[in-house]
């Protein structure tokens, strides 16, 4: 199966509110030969407030913001188009679960394309910094990694280039695939069975039958700087269909006769003897033979390790009562959810799919010219599809929306990006609080280039400010 490696730079860190700004890929076979590249930026979208740091770091002058050919909606376009014609393929990258399928995600779903287009037709996901983490605690001496003063090891992807000797043009979209692709082959070739799990548990269900087959699996959970592997034996799925897994450091016989009560008052004190396994996320998963790695296992024995878990695996009452606490605890989460108003923005993963009606109005959406599109937008069933709609037409060809259209997309953005509040998304204050934070920062550092952009940066929101200031 052929690789996707790409790399998102971005306005800022959260994918629901910041947009994308450059994207490098490269299509690459399972030897690692290139195919084809394609490598694009765009300017940034009406009414969004970049992050002042996030353009420091990708090297984002305001002329690019500005003046770059491609609109925002085109580029994301142009990428969509090319996925699809690079399908199917594992979609591979550093840090992408996280981060880059996000912002993928939920701009595809913002512009009325299909969000999950790295996970359907036949495509999957993977991630080499899961790898990576893995293949050193396997094979500790397949790679170099950096060390902070705490002691933790870290994986950042500029900091794993210089330690390995890879050219690497750091937080540069293509910059940053070309080194993901170095260290992918670093591993395939040093942690090859590492490299393997990762390539198989790229899929849900390759996850979940690996579960079912294997009694006992190593599993791999990265908390706060700090990197644990378990022995682990399957006992259900959640509400979210997440496996549930036991550990099995626990004897389990402990368990089996606590009243429900009593387990659930268990299962949330720490260590927690129930492990998720998200299994749409590439979780690393080993065989029993791994258990030889990590000494707290190894030192009870895998005749034991096995016992546990064929004393979990014919128990179906224990199994039921992890199961039906899981959902109670979900359903109480349910009742004291907020009930305040969802934004559109924030509604992929709770708003419900789109309908066939709706589905088929997207596909016409795209194909239509301007003018059609508005006629188009009016006809989603769902009101989000409808306000995503407008808003792209308010970017893209503002003339056609008829006034009082405009004047509502214009309003709501005016209100979001000048509010004084904390907000989720980023606003003017923000910005400039930001400004002047960097702006002693570079001064005492005297780095006159950074005081330079930060001039022309604040000359650039005051404009910004000044036009949604009139509404």
């Known amino acids: 199966m052929n690789f996707v490696f790409y790399d998102l730079e971005t306005t800022g860190r959260n994918a629901t509110w910041d947009q994308i700004l450059q994207i490098g890929a490269i299509l ?11 490598e694009e930026r765009c300017r940034l979208r009406q009414g969004l407030i970049p992050e002042p740091g996030a353009l420091i770091v990708n090297k984002t002058s305001v002329e690019m913001l500005s003046n770059v050919n491609l609109s925002h909606y085109q580029l994301i376009k142009k990428v969509y188009d090319v996925f699809n014609k690079w399908s199917p393929a594992i979609f591979i990258g550093y840090n992408t679960i996280s981060f880059d399928e996000e912002f993928l995600r939920k701009t595809f779903f913002k512009l009325l394309l299909e969000p999950y287009t790295t996970q359907f037709n036949g495509n999957r996901r993977a991630d080499v910094l899961g790898m990576s983490r893995s293949s050193k605690y396997y094979y500790p001496e397949c790679i170099n990694v950096g060390l902070n003063e705490k002691g933790n090891q870290v994986f950042k992807l500029d900091v794993l280039t210089q330690l390995n000797d890879i050219k690497h043009n750091a937080h540069d979209a293509m910059g940053d695939v070309e080194a993901t692709i170095e260290i992918a082959q670093i591993l395939k070739n040093k942690a090859q069975n590492v490299w393997q799990s990762g390539l198989s548990n790229s899929n849900k269900i390759e996850v979940d039958n690996f579960l079912l087959k294997n009694d006992v699996i190593c599993m791999d959970e990265y908390f706060f700087g700090k990197f644990n592997s378990y022995a682990v ?29 009593d387990l659930k008052t268990k299962m949330k004190l720490k260590p927690k003897f129930i492990k998720e396994i998200k299994n749409n996320k590439n979780p690393l998963l080993m065989d029993e033979s791994y258990i030889e790695k990590i000494p707290s296992y190894k030192t009870l024995g895998l005749n034991i390790l096995k016992e546990r878990a064929e ?16 959902f109670e605890e979900n359903e109480e989460k349910q009742m004291f959810k907020s009930q305040v108003d969802i934004d559109p923005e924030d509604s992929l993963y709770i708003g419900g799919f789109p309908d066939n009606s709706d589905k ?69 204050p923000k910005s400039y609080h930001q400004l002047d934070t960097l702006r002693d920062q570079y001064e005492n550092e005297k780095d006159d280039e950074k005081i330079e952009f930060l001039g022309e940066l604040d000359n650039f929101l005051q404009n910004l400010e000044n036009r949604y200031q009139k509404t």
Do not use: G
């Open 28 to 38: 690459v076979d399972s030897n690692f030969q290139e195919i084809d590249r394609f």
């Open 360 to 428: 088929s109005k997207m596909l016409q959406f795209h194909k239509a010219e301007w003018e059609e599109k508005f006629f188009i937008s009016n006809q989603f069933k769902d009101p989000r599809y409808q306000y995503f709609a407008h808003r792209l037409i308010y970017e893209e060809a503002p003339q056609i929306l008829p006034q009082l259209d405009y004047e509502k997309i214009h309003k709501i953005i005016a209100k979001q990006i000048l509010s004084t509040d904390n907000e989720k998304w980023n606003t003017v």
């Open 233 to 261: 034996t399957y006992v259900c799925k959640n509400k979210f269909n997440y496996p549930q897994c036991f550990d099995l450091i626990h004897d389990p016989i402990d368990y089996f006769e606590m009243s429900i009560k």
């Open 311 to 326: 004393l979990i695996k014919n128990n179906i009452d224990f199994k039921n009562k992890i199961q039906t606490i899981l």
